[in-house]
């Protein structure tokens, strides 16, 4: 069945550290995002992808960085420099057709906490 | 700028009764989607239903039917008949037509928590 895949399941950062959370899809879309959720509240935009080997930022770029070589694949990486990381990380993928009716179809997330 | 409101933190329903949880937007744009998810607890966002801007009549899916009142810029989900699984946040989300900018994301709704209660 095709899907998308997130991993770790769960992630503990220790301060200073960078780390990389996984996306890989198998649905053929060329448009990738990455979203944070903070407990009871809605989902952010971090970054979005079109199309391989471009990408851009979204609404909370700040403190993460990403990367797309390849269609099935857009690792979220989260620095040093984001100083409030712990949240919810939540993956999506969709056709970037023009019409707006493409729902997006999201992974299982990943949870991301501060030692 | 777009946004999403949802004025309802949580919401209590009766098993087998409908219950409808409010989404309210704003949009410039005249062509845009809004789409309805489930979150249960595990985590995963579940598409539910989805109404277009220029669509005339309401979606539905199942026991889902959404409430497009496009003049009061409103899109109310309706879940009859409720069952125990349906227990799990909600959000509203809405993507306007970037043409431009190419930008397809959403913007969500802070969310309504849902209880059916048996």
């Known amino acids: 069945d095709g899907g998308i895949t997130q991993s770790p399941k769960y992630l503990f950062r220790k301060e200073g550290q960078n780390v990389t959370l996984s996306c890989e899809q198998n649905?053929?879309?060329?448009?990738m995002y990455w979203y944070r959720q903070d407990p009871g509240q809605g989902l952010r935009l971090i970054y979005y992808?079109?199309?391989?080997?471009?990408?851009q930022k979204g609404d909370i770029a700040e403190g993460y960085s990403v990367s797309r070589e390849k269609k099935e694949s857009f690792p979220l990486t989260v620095t040093s420099a984001q100083k409030n990381p712990t949240a919810f990380y939540l993956c999506?993928?969709?056709?970037?057709?023009?019409?707006?009716?493409?729902?997006?179809?999201f992974g299982d997330g990943t949870r991301l906490s501060i030692l | 700028a777009q946004k999403i409101t949802q004025t309802q933190p949580g919401m209590f329903v009766q098993e087998k009764e409908a219950v409808t949880l409010d989404c309210t937007y704003d949009?410039?744009?005249?062509?845009?989607?809004l789409f309805w998810y489930k979150q249960p607890s595990s985590g995963e966002m579940i598409f539910l239903i989805y109404?277009?801007?220029?669509?005339?009549q309401n979606a539905t899916e199942g026991r889902y039917s959404l409430n497009f009142q496009k003049a009061r810029k409103s899109a109310n989900l309706v879940i009859s008949a409720s069952q125990l699984g349906d227990s799990a946040m909600y959000f509203c989300?809405?993507?306007?037509?970037?043409?431009?900018?190419?930008?397809?994301?959403?913007?969500f709704g802070s969310g309504t928590r849902l209880q059916v209660q048996p």
């Open positions: 949009t410039s744009d005249q062509s845009y989607g």
């Open positions: 999506a993928s969709s056709n970037p057709d023009r019409a707006s009716n493409q729902p997006q179809h």
């Open positions: 989300a809405m993507r306007e037509a970037f043409a431009d900018t190419g930008r397809r994301a959403l913007t």
């Open positions: 649905l053929n879309h060329d448009a």
């Open positions: 992808s079109q199309i391989v080997n471009d990408f």
């Open positions: 109404q277009g801007s220029y669509d005339e």
